[in-house]
């Protein structure tokens, strides 16, 4: 057995949502209020950028008066127990595993702080509301930036980097997401190929997703995911050759 396996881990929504963020499809989630066609495509935001920009201001306060919980900092404790061969993929645009921690983070959906201008195509880092009035700090275009988040038909960030790490993963978690969205939907197949153990931690168990994975861990993630990292530790920590 590897001394230093290989750990991939994928988050989405589920691990924030013991943080005050809600999720995408749950019963009270974001997709049950808004259009995905309407504030997650860039034809939505070409029809209307200030319906798109007040749906993302409000996510930006949100998450940053949101903190980080259990789940996130034991995520960050196992990166330190693992320092060199964890990679954390999150399909989640607030930054609760930064703060809490984690350092090798890609967010492949993209992040809340950072905005892209349409004139210049630069990104930059960004706190507060994005208006029409909005300037972009690197060519001055007014109304011109949008969030720097991945929408419905544009491709996800960092995939080279992230197929990579699955095809050398030892150890891959999927936790608080529901699977139904590509490509990271396909992360435990390639896991899988490369002969990694596959762990899913949810709330609850997905039919859609519970044979394609080694082992399922129900319950809330602020209890599992820390059970679930002392163990991963404590397993690694025992073997010596
Ligand atoms: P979803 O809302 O689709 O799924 C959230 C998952 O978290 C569900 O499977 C829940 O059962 C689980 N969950 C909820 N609370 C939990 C808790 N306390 N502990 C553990 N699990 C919990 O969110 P995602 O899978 O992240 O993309 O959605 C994937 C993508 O779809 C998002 O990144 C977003 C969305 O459209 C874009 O906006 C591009």
Avoid at 39 to 56: H, I, K
Avoid at 159 to 185: H, N, R, W
Avoid at 231 to 238: D, E, T, V
Wanted: glycine content about 6%; aromatic content about 8%; overall charge negative.
């Amino acid at each position: 057995m590897n001394i230093t396996p290989n750990i991939v881990i994928l988050t989405g929504a589920g691990i924030s949502a013991e943080s005050g963020l809600e999720t995408f499809r749950g019963s009270d989630g974001t997709w049950n209020k808004y259009k995905v066609e309407d504030v997650a495509t860039p034809e939505g935001f070409a029809r209307s950028p200030d319906l798109v920009n007040n749906f993302y201001n409000k996510r930006r306060h949100d998450a940053a008066n949101a903190r980080p919980n259990k789940a996130h900092l034991a995520l960050a404790k196992l990166e330190k127990n693992f320092p060199h061969s964890f990679l954390l993929v999150t399909q989640n645009v607030d930054d609760l595993h930064e703060r809490a921690g984690s350092k090798n983070v890609l967010h492949m959906h993209g992040t809340l702080n950072h905005v892209l201008c349409l004139t210049c195509h630069k990104r930059a880092e960004w706190k507060g509301d994005v208006t029409a009035e909005s300037i972009c700090p690197h060519c001055h275009a007014k109304a011109s930036l949008r969030p720097d988040i991945v929408w419905f038909g544009e491709i996800p960030f960092y995939m080279e980097k992230i197929e990579k790490a699955l095809s050398q993963a030892d150890i891959f978690a999927a936790i608080g997401t529901s699977g139904l969205v590509y490509p990271a939907a396909g992360f435990v197949g390639l896991a899988r190929q490369a002969g990694a153990e596959c762990f899913e931690i949810n709330l609850a168990t997905n039919p859609a997703t519970y044979e394609l994975f080694d082992e399922v861990i129900s319950g809330p993630a602020t209890k599992t995911a820390p059970d679930f990292v002392d163990n991963l530790i404590a397993k690694y920590s025992q073997v010596t050759d």
